[in-house]
């Protein structure tokens, strides 16, 4: 069991207001200065990428969601209906601490090492062939060794860089995936087995621990030991129209009068009881479409493009017998 | 270790207790992430922010959220006086601010202004207009309790337990893409060729059995519903079944089995169905419901065509045993169901929510205390368990085909 007396004292993040446009932060891509083992990087050798401003407005709940994960070092769990923000949130934080996001998108045939490392045992096997022959003299097991998004934020841990970790879609994975990375997400250090190599977050800097946000659409249960160690948020959709106006303007949508009658249309479509509700991602995509094509907002009540919003047939067949103008 | 030496407030003991006996699974070291959070200014401001960060740490889904909600109603009605103890400011380094002011800085908000602070500044006389409504009634002589109840649903199985169960049917076979290396076949391939090539993939193991729940609703079920929806609600969200499909049924999944075969049966108040069984015509006429409100139907002929032999069949029902009544027909339709189940798959368990002394038929027993009702002579030809923990892994068992029961044989 780790200690967890030691807190994150950095700064928090908050609610967004006079971000900048956009900001400088190291390269996620560019993994050259994460391959060699030693760990006083220069700076020089880190290359920079510009990331603009996530358009996010977290609750107040949300943020001290996310403040009580840092402080705590634990990963924050998030849940919620599809398309209301949880995996945004994670560019969010990472722009707002200007951090580099690492990313695992993860699919059903993803492996919790996949996550730390890749070992390419294929291409060293073709390689020890060739060597027989003499093309090939370096089989060097390093060299068949790719860090996976969390490995590499271990390792630019340990190198005394911070990031934020994104695991999206965790329920996708095998059931097992969870349990296999309770070490790994508990005290942040892993051991390649083909080379012996060791990364671990130094102990006492829990300022360089990474900020690890994970999202689940409840496909499937979580262990009860993966759980245990998380920080649980469940997003909501939120509730009251000036919020969600807040949201699409955020989003760049500026006609109040349109913006306001679709989310009314929005709210009164959500209280149909279809099986998939529309979330906000589809909301921003209808008003943003409406908006470009300059649609008058009187007629938005008529559900044009309803194709962005109902996405099952049944659905869509209640809607065309139940919905009034 | 974390530390637990510092001082300890006394309601978040009582919150931690009463949150472990409503079944939160909370161990010393969520006591003492909470510690932990307090310590570093979250929770502090209301009695709802305590909630909120309660949640965050403890709660694993809205269910919990729901659970630590009313045991926060009942255990902590305000916020009690509690403020940080002064030699706690320090954790991982020496000379850094007083903790609560770091709280201040970090959070942007004060401290909250204790209860008693508030009962202080408040000391204006207040007089208040004789209303003609009757006084409201005090309920504090009558010994009610003023704490609300909190029920919670015990199970005979936990879901734990179901999990583990269910996930012992399994019959992997390997389908779908080729994913996996088949080191094997690849060394085989390089020493007859001598040539290194492509790696032999192979489809991964992916389990084929099909599960079909048919659940019995309604009348004597009525109790059993909520127990029945959780079963159903673990394995469906749980097993890793190719496809499950459950669907209601209320008494019989089917109406209208051939009923001249029970004129042939002996003039006896509980005839035996033993000796009639070659006789009845399977049948699968009749409706089965799509939904537990009994709203959308299928025929039962159409969710039967669905079944192979890789299908589990799970019915649970009673079976007539909770009216410990003797009804001809209901045998008779249960029967003609099963054999026309029969032509589809093999694998067919019942669960029935009464204990076994209900409805299990014992040899030799003196004719008072031995059970013959419609349970009884259905689970003469199926293989019936209760539902319950050693129920349920023997029905499994047998889906398995690890488990085999004698009597139930059905020709």
Known sequence: MITRLQFDRTAPYLLGSNLPETKEVEDTSYIDCLRSNSTDDSQDEIKKVIIEREPYIPSQKLVDAVNLAKVLGRPLLLQGEPGCGKTRLAYSVAFFLGLPLEKCYIKSTTRAQDLLYVYDAVKRLYDAQLAKSGDIRDIDPQKYIELGPLGRAIKRAQAGRRSVVLIDEIDKADLDFPNDLLQELDCFEFTINETGEHYKVPEKKPELRPIVIITHNEEKALPTAFLRRCIYYYLEFPEDTQTIQEILYAHGIGNEMLSTKAINTLQRLRLLGLDKKPGLSELIDWVGYLDVQRYPADSVNGLPFKEVLIKQRPDLQKVERDWKV | ?411
């Not at chain 2, 729901?66 to 991982?92: C, G, K, M, Y």
Request: aromatic share 10%; charged share 25%; hydrophobic share 35%.
């Open chain 2, 1 to 411: 270790m974390p530390d637990f030496d510092r001082e300890i407030p006394a309601f978040v003991i009582k919150l931690f207790r009463q949150l472990r006996r409503y079944g939160i699974t909370l161990g010393i070291y969520d006591y003492a992430e909470l510690r932990a959070a307090l310590c570093q200014g979250f929770g502090l401001e209301s009695r709802e922010a305590l909630f909120e960060v309660c949640c965050l740490l403890w709660a694993k889904s809205l269910q919990d959220k729901q659970r630590i909600r009313d045991v926060f109603d009942t255990t902590l009605a305000e916020l009690p006086d509690w403020r940080l103890p002064q030699h706690s400011a320090d954790d991982n380094s020496e000379g850094e601010p007083h903790e609560a002011d770091d709280a201040i800085r970090r959070t942007g908000h004060p401290l909250p202004s204790t209860a008693k602070d508030d009962e202080r500044g408040d000391t204006r006389i207040v007089t208040r207009p004789v209303s003609r409504e009757l006084p409201p009634i005090e309920f504090d002589d009558c010994g009610i309790r003023k704490e609300k109840f909190i029920l919670e649903p015990v199970f005979p199985v936990s879901h734990r337990e179901i999990l583990h169960m269910w996930r012992n049917l399994r019959q992997p076979v390997r389908d779908g893409l080729s994913i996996e290396p088949d080191i094997s076949a690849t060394i085989n391939k390089i020493c007859r060729t001598g040539v290194v090539s492509e790696v032999v993939l192979l489809p991964r193991r992916n389990n084929i059995v099909k599960l079909l729940m048919l659940i019995d609703r309604r009348g004597s079920m009525s109790p059993f519903h909520r127990f029945v929806d959780d079963l159903c609600s673990v394995i469906s969200t749980a097993g890793r079944f190719e496809n499950i499909s459950t669907y209601y049924f209320q008494n019989t999944p089917v109406e209208g089995a051939d009923r001249t075969v029970l004129s042939k049966a002996p003039n006896t108040p509980y005839p035996d169905f033993g000796p009639l069984l070659k006789e009845i015509v399977p049948c699968n006429e009749g409706y089965l419901y799509i939904k537990s409100d009994f709203s959308e139907l299928i025929p039962t002929s159409k969710a039967l065509a669905q079944c192979d032999d890789k299908t589990a069949v799970v019915i649970i029902s009673e079976a007539g045993a909770a009216r410990n009544s003797y009804n001809l027909y209901r045998i008779l339709d249960t029967l003609a169901f099963l054999k026309a189940l029969r032509q589809h798959t093999h694998r067919c368990v019942w669960l029935n929510p009464l204990p076994e002394e209900y409805w299990r038929y014992y040899e030799g027993y003196d004719f008072l205390t031995r059970k013959n009702n419609t349970a009884t002579q259905i689970s003469r030809f199926v293989p019936m368990f209760s539902l319950e923990k050693n129920g349920i892994q023997r029905a499994v068992e047998t889906l398995r085909r690890h488990y085999w029961v004698n009597e139930s044989v059905i020709i």
